[in-house]
């Protein structure tokens, strides 16, 4: 049974990311030679009420395609996080 | 009859559209709302303008897209009813999946604000009925999002079909727009049943009143009035 999750989005490759190239041009500013294509993504954190895994995985993947993500230009990637005993 | 202006959380431009159809064009006008489910009684055209919707939080448009209005809107779009999306506008009914394709951050990674040279591929047809085929004409751009990305299959299809209704004069040696990295320079295109809907990035309530300094945006929202 899972309560969390974390969905990371991130730009598809070949689309273009402006914001990826300034934080390149900044960081090689501060000395951090050698570092090549960044890419900045997005991470979504959610707590939900427990669920099956199976469930988790239909509802989240339906979050991630309607608003979370925009399939035209990013890819989603869906992190289940196990409940802790500690927790429950 | 009368243009419904639907106003998001963050819309910026409504007021100068709304005096554009009022008082400049002398038109029926009347504000809609996000959280509205139907367009108001009579409503004979939908227009969406420019700002900063919802934050701009997730992805421009992504939040205003799924507002309740929307539904309507997208209802109003499919029996044929003309839709105009300018900038934020556009954004919105591409993320809506209104129309196809999205709009990226600008190539440069800038905010720009001008005046840019467009050719009016669509004129003559639906919204632009008012200007000539490639038509040339210049409009303010205003936005940090305005770089048009869809694959490539949907640009042939976009060709194809004749729905890229305005590009940027301006091209690189790629073809895209140089203002800000538009793939094929698109700065609006055509879609619906009909081709009754149009987004654009560039704002043509800018351009409709000669003190103001121009009035080659008047035509595009006289159209809506008609």
Known sequence: ?88 | MSVALVRFLGSNCDRDCMHVLTHVIESQAVWAWHDDVELPPGTTAVLLPGGFSHGDYLRCGAMAAHRPIMSAVKRFAEAGGPVLGICNGFQILCESGILPGVLLPNRGGDFICKRVGLSMEGGGTGLLRGYAPNEMIELTIAHHDGNYFADDATLRALEQKQQIALRYTELDDRGDAKANGARLGIAGIFGGPGNNVLGLMPHPERQSEARLGGIDGLRLLQELTR
């Open chain 1, 1 to 88: 049974m899972v309560s969390r999750a974390r969905v990371f989005v991130t730009l598809k490759a070949g689309v273009l990311d402006p914001q990826g190239d300034a934080v390149q041009e900044s960081l090689a500013s501060l000395g951090f030679d050698g570092v090549h294509d960044v890419r900045v993504g997005k991470v979504v954190d959610l707590h939900f009420a427990e669920t099956s895994r199976e469930d988790a995985f239909a509802r989240l993947g339906a979050m991630a395609t309607k608003l979370l993500a925009n399939p035209v230009v990013e890819n989603h990637r869906i992190e289940l996080v196990e409940a802790t005993k500690g927790s429950q």
